[in-house]
């Protein structure tokens, strides 16, 4: 009996590919709640000014801000889980450094902290290599 | 300013909580099935997501001790030792274009850091 050898890709490898690109998605989502959470954290803590222990566990649950940022890691978490059942975590984890990005660009736009060259530099490289990983995660 | 070794120490332990709770993470993703017995006895998951939180603890506490354009660059040691655990216990394939990513990444993070002093 001869062996039959295919040149194209089965069913299945075409599914763990899509699967793959699925969890890759997946982590993108999950870096900008991420950075959403670390915003409504640093307005959460701007409004309760000099908390004590105490007062800051409290305002997780009365500060709305406070309230959603923690959600928001929930969130975060849950969808982590979701993509490293299929995913590749050598692959995912690198990618999570997209939240530094974001949050770098949200401080502008909602605190309007300054950006410079070295800022925006930073944040196009985290992207350029989030893009080649991407490349990588597309191939099965 | 200058950066103490218990800052440089914090970090470092810091990232390397962060590296195996992602590590745990992942194996208990993997043994999820659609049985709701496979979250709730997921002690795997739960271990990843309490170191998860850890180093991020001894990252706050490290990072107030030093300066961040010394203590930033040892976050790449979280990434590397996160390859050797895929590497390790989920047979991953390390490739060349995986490390060019990676090291993007971490070029990045060092520039913005660098641009935020």
């Known amino acids: 009996m001869t062996s039959v050898t295919t040149l194209t890709p089965s069913a299945a490898e075409l599914h763990l590919a899509s699967r793959k690109r699925q969890s890759l998605i997946i982590v993108i989502c999950c870096t900008v709640i991420g950075a959403a959470a670390q915003v409504l954290l640093k307005l959460g803590a701007e409004s309760l000014a000099h908390p004590s222990l105490l007062q800051a566990a409290i305002g997780i649950f009365t500060n709305p801000y406070l309230f959603f940022g923690y959600a928001c890691y929930g969130i975060f978490a849950a969808l982590l889980v979701v993509a490293l059942r299929h995913g590749e975590l050598s692959l995912l984890y690198p990618v999570i450094a997209l939240n530094y990005a974001w949050v770098s660009i949200l401080s502008v736009v909602i605190f309007h902290e300054h950006m410079n060259a070295l800022k925006i530099a930073g944040v196009s490289v985290i992207i350029l290599g989030v893009a080649v990983l991407g490349r990588n995660g597309s191939k099965a | ?117």
């Open chain 2, 1 to 117: 300013m200058t950066t103490p070794v218990s800052a440089m120490a914090l970090v470092l332990f810091g990232s390397l909580l962060g590296s195996i709770g992602a590590a745990f993470l992942k194996a208990g993703a993997v043994a999820l099935t659609r049985h709701w017995t496979s979250l709730a006895y997921n002690w795997k998951l739960l271990l990843g997501v309490t170191m998860y939180l850890l180093s991020s603890v001894f990252f706050i506490m490290g990072i107030a001790r030093g300066e961040l354009s010394v203590l930033y660059p040892m976050v790449s040691l979280g990434y590397i030792c996160t390859l050797a655990w895929s590497r390790i216990f989920f047979h991953e394939r390390i490739t060349s274009t995986k490390l060019a990513g990676v090291g993007l990444i971490l070029a990045g993070i060092i520039m913005m850091n660098l641009g935020s002093r």
